[in-house]
Nanobody, 125 residues
Framework: QLRLVESGGGLVQPGGSLRLSCVVS????????IGWFRQAPGKAREGVSC????????KYGDFAKDRFIISRHYAKNTVYLQMSRLQPEDTAVYYC??????????????????WGQGTQVTVSS
């Protein structure tokens, strides 16, 4: 059974950096596109980034371009989200999610079948 567990969230000052990890268990990561999403209080869940199964193809939300980098470590079955130049508006719960095998990466939350429990990121001075 596929399971996703996020970690790496925390409190960071504006301008700082964090690296989130999403450990995938129960399946081989090679066949699954993985996405990162975030949800701030009172707001809809929005797509941050995704990485396509078995390739290096990635997508980013406009706010994430040039600040966030998604990557994948096959041996560790882990997807990372490196976030830099964080701002208070980046404060949210960050989730990783997986699509069923072979599906293309996209930034629409409704298309993802599997979700982690989320990790809180707070950007504040």
């Amino acid at each position: 059974q596929l399971r996703l567990v996020e970690s790496g969230g925390g409190l960071v000052q504006p301008g700082g950096s964090l690296r989130l990890s999403c450990v995938v268990s129960g399946v081989t990561l090679d066949y699954y596109s993985i996405g990162w999403f975030r949800q701030a209080p009172g707001k809809a869940r929005e797509g941050v980034s995704c990485i396509r199964h078995s390739s290096a193809l990635t997508k980013y939300g406009d706010f994430a371009k040039d600040r966030f980098i998604i990557s994948r470590h096959y041996a560790k079955n882990t997807v990372y989200l490196q976030m830099s130049r964080l701002q208070p508006e980046d404060t949210a719960v960050y989730y990783c999610a997986a699509l069923n095998p072979g599906r293309m990466c996209d930034l629409t939350a409704a298309t993802y079948e599997y979700w982690g429990q989320g990790t809180q990121v707070t950007v504040s001075s």
